[in-house]
C-alpha cells in the first residue's frame, strides 16, 4: 500500500467518523454563546471596612493588586498583623474568628465577603473542627507591604 493511499483511507475514515456522529461530543459553540453568562454579586459598592473605616486607596506610588488563599487548620491562627491598604477577604471554608485592637471580636462563616478593617492590629483564629480557606485581595500601592506583623 502506498503512503498517499493509506493518508487518502485514513483522511476518508475519518470524514465518515466525523458524519456519523462521533464528533457530537463537541460543545455547539452557537447554542452556548445563547446561555447568559452567570453573575453572583459578592459585595456590592463597599465603601467601609468591618470596623466602618472608609475605605482609601494608598496613592503616590503606582498601585499593586495582589492575591492570595489563606488555609488555617483548626485551633491555628494568623498572629496579629495590620493591613495599610483595602484588603478583600471571602471565606471559601470554615468560619474564622477576627479579635480586633480594642476588643471588638467577629466570626465570619463560609460564604462571608468583607473588606478587613486596615492600620488596626488584629489577630484571625480558626475555633472550629475543619479548615478555614480564605481568599484575600490586596489592593495596595508600591512600597506598602500587604500585611505588617505587630511588633
Known amino acids: 500500500m502506498s503512503i498517499r493511499f493509506a493518508v487518502l483511507l485514513s483522511c476518508t475514515a475519518l470524514a465518515a467518523a466525523l458524519s456519523t456522529g462521533c464528533a457530537s461530543d463537541t460543545p ?13 454579586p459578592l459585595l456590592t459598592k463597599a465603601r467601609a471596612t468591618v470596623l466602618g473605616q472608609t475605605i482609601v486607596y494608598p496613592t503616590g506610588t503606582p498601585a499593586e493588586v495582589s492575591s492570595a488563599t489563606v488555609t488555617m487548620q483548626p485551633g491555628q491562627e494568623t498572629g496579629w498583623h495590620r493591613h495599610d491598604a483595602p484588603l478583600y477577604v471571602q471565606v471559601l471554608e470554615g468560619t474564622v474568628t477576627v479579635e480586633y485592637d480594642g476588643g471588638v471580636v467577629k466570626a ?18 480558626n475555633l472550629g473542627n475543619e479548615p478555614v480557606l480564605l481568599l484575600t485581595v490586596s489592593i ?9 506583623a505587630r511588633p
Open 108 to 125: 465570619y462563616p463560609k460564604g462571608s465577603v468583607f473588606m478587613e478593617a486596615t492600620g488596626t492590629y488584629h489577630n484571625g483564629r
Open 28 to 40: 455547539n459553540r452557537q447554542a452556548d454563546a445563547a446561555v447568559p453568562v452567570s453573575r453572583t
Open 140 to 148: 495596595g500601592a508600591e512600597g506598602i507591604e500587604n500585611t505588617v
